[in-house]
């Protein structure tokens, strides 16, 4: 049986994107196993839930360090080295990380961001995406780079704003895309299907024919039978 890549998934609340990349990661030909869940708060929901699938966790709490980021990293990345740690999934981690810890980890490092990046960075997409007017919106799966959601786009997937939409409506909407995407990205990430030139990823995969994709074929497409 090919090896999987031992992954970590980084949260800070709910961990609702971690779910479902630890439910894609129960099918054994998924590419990617899930060694590990990291919280900067011992307080965030989505660690209960990843004991619960017997996943192992682990808390640095970020306050502590208060403004030295370097130092809270570096106890991070031993939680990371400990376990074996060869892919980092950011979902809902809420700390801008350091241009060091981006190098150390680039291109082993995704995130995903409730908007069709470029557009609507940082914080409050949806209410900016219906304050703009906008008729499409949506998530992007990106390597991460030392700029706030900035770096290689792996895959989007988009959805209406409609009429009538709140804010509410609008995000659950991208959320249901989000845990569709999410695990397809990764899964060609851990599968070696990832081509870096410059600063655009080019995916080898059937899936992925075009950078904008709804609703995405799930992520039992891409098993570990790819090369590399």
Known sequence: ????????????????????????????????????????RG????????????????????????????????????????????????????RVLTEGFVARWRDRLVNIHPSLLPAFRGLDTHARALAAGVKL?????????????????????AVPVLPDDTEADLAARVLAEEHRLYPAALAWLAAGLVRVEGERARIAAPAASGALANPLPGPASVRTSAPG
Request: charged share 20%; hydrophobic share 45%; with cysteine.
């Open 1 to 40: 049986m090919t090896r999987r890549v031992r992954t970590a998934i980084l949260i800070s609340g709910r961990g609702s994107n971690m779910a479902a990349l630890l439910a894609a990661a129960g099918d054994t030909g998924y590419p990617a196993e899930i060694a590990l869940v990291l919280s900067n």
């Open 43 to 94: 307080d965030a929901a989505g660690l209960e839930h990843a004991r619960g699938r017997g996943v192992p966790t682990s808390v640095v709490e970020s306050r502590p360090f208060g403004r030295d980021r370097e130092a809270f990293e570096r106890a991070m990345e031993a939680a990371l080295h400990g376990h074996g740690i060869e892919l980092v999934a950011l979902a809902g981690f809420m």
């Open 137 to 157: 919106h949506g998530c992007t799966v990106h390597l991460v780079r030392p700029g706030v959601d900035e770096g290689p786009i792996l895959a989007q997937a």
